[in-house]
């Protein structure tokens, strides 16, 4: 469901101090946290359920959640 444009994007705090703090990747578990223009160029690592993924900011992605960016399935591929 989308959320109000007058409430503003859901990101949380925590991951607005660490991007200001540290160059080193943001280990992110939250997926439904927007990319905001703060996080452009930050490096994370976006938790899909089992390990986690690597994720480079760029322009293209603000506006976007973080998880439409880590699949949680595997790709399906018939064996021949």
Not at 58 to 79: P, W
């Amino acid at each position: 469901m989308k959320r109000s444009n007058w409430k503003g994007p859901s990101i949380q705090n925590i991951i607005i101090k660490k991007i200001k703090s540290k160059k080193i990747p943001i280990k992110i578990f939250n997926r439904n946290s927007y990319i905001t223009p703060v996080c452009l160029g930050s490096k994370f690592l976006i938790h899909n359920g089992k390990s986690f993924l690597p994720l480079t900011v760029s322009s293209e992605m603000i506006g976007y959640k973080f998880g439409e960016f880590s699949f949680t399935r595997k790709q399906f591929k018939f064996k021949k």
